[in-house]
């Protein structure tokens, strides 16, 4: 059986993009140095990409440098952690795997991993995991919690919160929703992404796990004190925030989901319904990894995603009869971070505008935001409220 964002999501394989006036590639360049330059230097950014999509074409620009160490310059090749924005990529692998009839999101936990079932916690749906309303689950999991151990920490949680009623940003919530539906299909979580999502999208620049012949385009990630970090492994870390790539394939995974006619249906299906809105928490819905907004976009609701109250702290949930679609959910974005490395995407799929901001290292989200925020108003005015 279905869960209800898949049985009452309608979608359309015909999608019209308003009519936008094209630019040329140096306007775009240009207009995209005079906001990525001055943030460089303000935010001691040692190397950045950035990708846009706009009428139609692809834009892609490099800045700086992927390893201070080195010196070597930022290029198409140049890979990035992206934290977070990996939910998005889980999102999409889960509503496939549902469209496909593989997966349930309104099955419980409980059915699917017995050493929880009882628990308050076992009650909760993949669906309820993947969207952070599983009663509160903390941000990160305590640091005795390992793979021998994760069934024993869930079991014994006890929720701060119904089940449904309260949104609690965590990686552990949403990291069991995909271990668990990998564990159904029976295959890991690994390989069913890179089968259902990545190769689909030809994403070849996109890893879990950077293979060792591509180490050498592994940008080092810098912390907020310079010292040099990457991604430590960590349980479901695939699933929650461990994907790396670069600016052209992330853009052509958010031009996938702006537009994903011809893709076949069931991962038609899916990109649609990662950011179709399941729920509402102040001025944004919470899609399928994605964050949703209304369009035209605006500034204060999306930096609403990142204001630590909303991400920290639980807060009611209001939801709807039926998942939302349209306008009122036409603004998609997403922050992703890891210790050395800062990412953001922005996208509205009915005027086929997109960006994606990558760096090797951590700076602020709201600097992100606004920095997208402000090419796209100068880019494609009706992207903005403004």
Known sequence: MKSVLLRTLTFAAAITLSALPALAADTVRATVDAVIKPLMAEHDLPGLSVAILHDGKRHVFHYGVASRKTRAPVNDKTLFEI?????????????????????????????????????PIGGASLLDLHTYVAGGLPLQFPAWVDKTNFAKFFRSFKPT?????????????????????????????STLLTGKVLAPLKLEDTFLKVPANRMANYAQGYTRDNAPVRVSPGLFDHEAYGVKTTASDLLRFVEASVNPAGLGSDLETALVAARTGVYRVGSMYQG??????????????????????????????????????????????????????????????ARGTAIVILANRFWANPARIEAAYAILDRIDPGFTAN
């Open 83 to 119: 934290g977070s924005l990996s939910k998005p990529f889980t999102g999409t692998l889960l509503a496939r795997l549902e469209a496909e009839g593989l997966v349930d999101l309104s099955a419980s936990a409980q059915t699917l991993l017995p050493e929880i079932a009882g628990s």
């Open 161 to 189: 919160a119904k089940i449904g009623a309260s949104r609690l940003y965590s990686n552990p919530s949403i990291g069991l929703s995909g271990y668990l539906a990998a564990v159904t299909v029976g295959q890991p979580f």
């Open 288 to 349: 399928l990894g994605w964050e949703l907004y209304r369009a035209p976009a605006r500034s204060a609701e999306l930096l609403q995603g990142a204001d630590p109250a909303f991400v920290l702290e639980p807060n009611a949930v209001e939801r709807p009869e039926a998942p939302v679609t349209g306008a009122a959910v036409g603004t998609v974005s997403k922050t992703g971070s890891t210790l050395g490395f800062g990412a953001y995407a922005l996208f509205q799929p």
